[in-house]
């Protein structure tokens, strides 16, 4: 089993929270990003108050990770996706949709903390490791 892991989360072991870095440890090889989180990371650690360490914690991070792009394929799973969501009506935040359809392409467990953010897009497998 292979993961794609959320903004959250990766902010989680930049933290050094033990539960999340253990998981890295285990499923290391198998961990992927997607653009769209490291889009998110970036912004995180170029604030302007953001300490010097952070941004050296994220590029530490992407040794862990590799990162995959939002693609043709994609932007199809996104809009079919989306479509469904409006015929349901349902909705799911952009950049998390997007973030579900790099998941469903690549075949990918989505490990998020916001769990509510990721539940109306079908066939997504959700995993939560930030729960105790």
Not at 6 to 34: E, H, N, P, W
Not at 75 to 99: I, K, M, T
Request: aromatic share 8%; net charge negative.
């Amino acid at each position: 089993m292979s993961f794609l892991v959320d903004t959250d989360t990766c902010s989680a072991y930049i933290k050094g929270i033990g539960r999340v870095m253990q998981r890295f440890v285990q499923y290391g090889g198998r961990l992927y990003i997607s653009s769209v989180t490291l889009g998110e990371l970036y912004a995180w650690a170029l604030r302007v108050n953001a300490p010097p360490k952070r941004m050296q914690d994220l590029l530490a991070l992407l040794g862990e990770v590799q990162v995959l792009s939002v693609d043709e394929s994609v932007a199809r799973n996104f809009g079919e996706v989306r479509a469904w969501q409006s015929d349901h009506g349902l909705r799911s935040p952009e950049l998390d949709l997007l973030n579900g359809a790099v998941a469903l392409v690549h075949k990918l467990t989505m490990v998020t903390h916001n769990v509510k953010d990721y539940a109306n897009i079908p066939g997504l497998i959700l995993d939560d490791w930030l729960v105790p």
